[in-house]
């Protein structure tokens, strides 16, 4: 069950690859400085999932104009990651749970998913700058998509 609204969100540094680099990613360098949307997401070169990413980055403005970053997690290892980013050019942080104890801390790794193995459920996340999750849904399915309007909502109450 995914963390509720009000908890402390568990901090991590997971790894992101972009271009040449190869980076950690931290959710507590945002704390004191911006809000974050975390998004969950089961697999990279899936069809839902690239329609979410493709989604976010055509508004990411949007986001960056209420003070959030955007971060999206999926046990995909960096370099699928960045393959499939460059492909669909996705360009918010994609971060690797290739280990799951991210999804497993937020509560929404899901033990198998088709027989692939286990994966992280499609979630999202708004956590103000102080830590704290002020949003939070994990969808009834994969194939849905969570409710962004919901999320620009929770965003817009946050300073």
Known sequence: MALSVGTTAPDFTLKSKQGDAISDVTLSSNFGKQNTVLLFFPLAFSSVCTTEMCDITAGLS??????AKVIAVSVDSPFAQEAWAQKEKISITLASDLNKTTAAAYGVLLPDLAGFGAVAARAAFVIDKN?????????????????????????GKLS
């Open 62 to 67: 949007a986001y960056e104009g209420l003070n």
């Open 131 to 155: 830590g704290v999750i002020q949003y939070a849904e994990q969808t009834p399915t994969v194939k849905d998509l969570p409710n962004f309007d919901a999320i620009k909502e929770a965003l």
